[in-house]
Nanobody, 122 residues
Framework: EVQLQASGGGVVQAGGSLRISCEVS????????IGWFRQVPGRDRLGVSC????????YYADSVKGRFTISKDNAKNTVYLQMNNLRPEDTAVYYC???????????????WGQGTLVTVSS
């Protein structure tokens, strides 16, 4: 059974940094993509970033390019999202997700983790 365990959310001032983590278990040897979506109450869930497990290819939403970095630690089965220069508009619940594919999109998510709240104060 695949499980995703997200952690690391919190409150940070604008311009600050935060790292959130997603521990993954249950995948065997198939290719998959892991990533993050975020959602503000009353608005659509949007893709933030993802990484391919097979070759480490990364993808970022335009709104976070240059500020966020996704990475993975295979030994710990954990994917990280390092968020720098945070802005109030980054405030959202961040959801870890995975798909048996090389790219993660809202249309192909196979597994969701629980959300972790990131609050950026101005």
């Amino acid at each position: 059974e695949v499980q995703l365990q997200a952690s690391g959310g919190g409150v940070v001032q604008a311009g600050g940094s935060l790292r959130i983590s997603c521990e993954v278990s249950g995948f065997t040897k198939e290719d998959y993509a892991i990533g993050w979506f975020r959602q503000v109450p009353g608005r659509d869930r949007l893709g933030v970033s993802c990484i391919s497990n097979s070759d480490g290819t990364t993808y970022y939403a335009d709104s976070v390019k240059g500020r966020f970095t996704i990475s993975k630690d295979n030994a710990k089965n954990t994917v990280y999202l390092q968020m720098n220069n945070l802005r109030p508009e980054d405030t959202a619940v961040y959801y870890c997700a995975a798909a048996r594919a090389t790219v993660l999109t809202l249309l192909n998510v196979d597994y969701w983790g629980q959300g972790t709240l990131v609050t950026v104060s101005s």
